[in-house]
């Protein structure tokens, strides 16, 4: 068995969160770290190297040029086009994102690369859906991370309303990682229980559920707002991902894939429950939505198209 490696192109505050969260978690036997800063990316590489030194296994850290990646299996992509403004949003991020995108991906293409690309990186569905068509892959080995850190804060809020540990809860959200995003309360429940019934029971009121939908969606912001960035709870969700991917684990997630005719959709990428396996995206779960939910997820997806319309593709 070949050993596993994850490439993090991007050494940020994601980056290197993600690389921590990747060592402490032991999900690879060699962790390779890209950037363009080469002091910081090499200062990075000890750093996690001392961290390594202290786990059971022996893990491999090293650096090299995201080029040299034929023996790679999955490419986490980290980088931006730098910090937001007041008052800006994800999608302001995107041709500058676009642009560093422009120049890796086919790079890494001509290079020999086949394995999994894991985008992480703002608008995350349009520069998922641009990384698959620069690269030429199959739809299943290109995802981005997409929805999941949002679900993840759905369940964390519930759990803290429902007083019930998050992981008991099965709820999630759909569409744009932005803010068209949606919970799915059609089907949502607590062990089969619908949430309000769960809430009756416990509490004996009904959830304001739009008002934890705007929370959700809020989430992110407000900790950018607070910090300047968000880096833990992304490093958790790639962390988790690459840990599906490399056990198969056929675990299903609400992640950020190319669409080709599921929920009516084509030529996008956008969140949506997905079976996870070692060559990546299994299969897509298209769930029954009601009417409210088919047009949140169409509105959701008219965003994403209209951005994806604004960048210039590279066809193979």
């Known amino acids: 068995m070949h050993p596993r490696k994850v490439m993090i192109i991007g050494a940020g505050n994601v980056g290197s969160s993600a690389a921590y969260a990747l060592l402490n978690q032991q999900i690879c036997q060699e962790l390779v770290l890209v950037d363009l800063n080469r002091d910081r990316v090499e200062g990075h590489r000890q750093d996690l190297a001392d961290a390594a030194a202290y786990m059971p296994g022996r893990m491999i850290i090293s650096t090299r040029p995201a080029s040299n990646c034929s023996d790679i299996d999955i490419a986490v992509i980290t980088v931006s086009g730098g910090p937001l403004k007041p008052g800006q ?20 293409m001509r290079n020999g690369f086949n394995g999994i690309f894991l985008i992480a990186t703002n608008p995350c569905d349009i ?5 698959w068509k620069l690269s030429g892959l199959p739809r299943s080995q290109v995802l981005g991370t997409g929805v999941w850190l949002d ?3 759905l369940r964390r809020i519930l759990a803290d309303r429902l007083d019930i540990a998050a992981q008991s809860i099965d709820a999630f959200i759909m569409g744009e ?3 068209t995003q949606f919970p799915v309360w059609s089907h949502s429940s607590v062990y089969g229980m619908t949430l309000n019934e769960y809430s009756r029971w416990k509490t004996q009121q009904d959830l304001d ?25 992304v490093a958790g969700t790639i962390a988790e991902i690459c840990r599906n991917l490399f056990t198969s684990s056929h675990r299903a997630l609400a992640v950020s894939c190319v669409l080709d005719g599921e929920y009516g959709h084509y030529g996008l990428a956008i969140g949506v429950p997905a079976v996870l396996a070692q060559k990546g995206i299994e299969q897509i779960i298209e769930l029954d939505l009601n009417d409210t939910e088919q047009r949140q997820f169409a509105a959701s997806a008219q965003v994403i198209l209209q951005n994806i319309r604004t960048l210039a593709v590279v066809h193979h």
């Not at 559920?209 to 300047?228: C, F, H, N, V, W």
């Open 89 to 108: 949003t994800r999608l302001d991020e995107l041709k500058a994102t676009a642009s560093i995108v422009n120049k890796i991906v086919p790079d890494m």
């Open 177 to 179: 990682h932005g803010d």
């Open 151 to 153: 679900t993840t804060r």
């Open 209 to 233: 559920l739009p008002a934890l939908a705007e929370q959700t969606r809020q989430t992110g912001m407000d900790i950018y707002a607070s910090k300047g960035c968000t880096e833990y709870g």
């Open 127 to 131: 520069i998922t859906y641009h990384v």
